[in-house]
């Protein structure tokens, strides 16, 4: 059950890394974000690919770069991660045993 959550969370982490690269460097390719991150290269494709369905990325003949909306994205980042750490330490079990007690 967390197996999945860790690896959902893991693959979350790399789709960032990689976004994170491309706002620092547009256009930047494959190769150099592989080369950068230790990612393999099928794992970064995918990566982009994800980013593309996203409309966060968008291919151009130098390599990936930002769209309108990857801004607005990453504005709103911290505070939907910031929600999602507040709901998952809700669900610790030593929590509720203590408001229990």
């Known amino acids: 059950m967390i197996d999945r959550l860790e690896k959902e969370v893991d693959m979350l982490e790399r789709h960032l890394q990689v976004l994170k690269m491309v706002i620092e460097n547009e256009p930047i390719g494959i190769v150099k974000m592989s080369n950068e991150t230790g990612y393999p290269h099928h794992k970064v ?3 982009l690919r994800v980013l593309e369905e996203e409309n966060l ?3 151009s003949s130098q390599g990936a770069i930002t769209t309108e909306t990857t801004h607005e994205f990453v ?7 910031d929600d999602i750490v507040e709901k998952l330490d809700g669900m610790k079990i030593d929590s509720i045993a203590e408001v229990e007690g």
């Open 45 to 47: 494709r995918y990566s």
């Open 57 to 59: 990325i968008e291919p």
């Open 75 to 81: 504005d709103d980042l911290d505070d939907k991660i």
